[in-house]
């Protein structure tokens, strides 16, 4: 099982404090906010859904998920469906993993006129 939730915190001005969870996401951007992801079971070849949690003063004008297989180089074959729930929170539904071997979830934040990316690997067997 993995477990992911998605925090933003602020990288300019003074951040809103949120409680991580999950595991920490990458980015090459060197002064990005951290973000954490975690979900509930991830099944083979079912959706299944992300809550993404945005910790920051600045508002998030556009996220987008998506995920790659690199040893297949291929993505996802549903685009995954982001709603704003308020309060910086956000649901990804229709993510669907259709086969097992290692994927890199995306996530691209855009606020205050920046885009930040951020990935992280889940093995899917």
Not at 2 to 15: Q, T
Not at 46 to 52: K, T
Not at 57 to 80: S, W
Not at 90 to 112: A, K, N, S, T
Request: glycine residues 6%; negative net charge; proline residues 5%.
């Amino acid at each position: 099982m993995i477990r992911c939730i998605f925090w933003l915190l602020a990288s300019s001005g003074a951040a809103v404090a949120c409680e991580a969870a999950g595991e920490r996401m990458n980015s090459e951007t060197q002064d990005a906010p951290a973000v954490y992801v975690a979900v509930d079971d991830i099944p083979l070849s079912q959706p299944f859904s992300i809550l993404v949690t945005v910790c920051n003063e600045a508002a998030v004008n556009e996220m987008r998920v998506d995920a790659i297989m690199p040893a297949h180089k291929h993505g996802l074959n549903y685009t995954p469906k982001v709603t704003a729930l308020g309060d910086g929170n956000f649901r990804v539904d229709e993510m669907l993993f259709h086969m097992p071997g290692l994927w890199v979830l995306q996530v691209d934040v855009d606020f205050r006129g920046r885009s930040l990316s951020y990935t992280s690997s889940i093995a899917l067997k």
